[in-house]
């Protein structure tokens, strides 16, 4: 993806491009999935399906969703991605792995100062 997502998606060629266009076209500019008409108020947005395209994309590489439902997708595929990935714990197991002194006994702590 050599183009800016945000730069794309605020630029006429989006905006006006076939590709989108053509999708809420085909899809009756109602939501793919529930329905709703887009209103003025609460317009269809346009959801890539993959981002091999972008910048050029072809009409099936889009679904017109309202924002309800493109939010509920988006976070569907986020989740999918992100559940594959296991948090790395190289990093800390040294720590459970060897008794850490909670002070340096190699300092003397004179308690007599903090009275
Ligand atoms: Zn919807």
Do not use: K
């Not at 296991?86 to 002070?103: G, H, K, M, N, S």
């Amino acid at each position: 993806m050599n183009l800016h997502y945000r730069e794309h998606i605020c630029s006429a060629r989006w905006r006006l491009g076939d590709a989108r266009l053509g999708e809420l076209e085909a899809a009756g500019h109602r939501c793919r999935t529930c329905y709703e008409p887009g209103t003025s108020e609460a317009p269809l947005e346009v959801h890539h399906r993959t981002y091999e395209r972008f910048g050029c994309e072809a009409i099936g590489d889009l679904t017109a969703l309202c924002r309800d439902c493109h939010r509920v997708i988006t976070d569907e595929i986020r989740r999918r991605r992100y559940v594959t990935i296991r948090p790395r714990i190289v990093d800390t197991a040294p720590l459970y792995e060897r008794q850490v002194p909670l002070f340096d006994p190699t300092v003397g702590v004179n308690f007599n100062e903090y009275r």
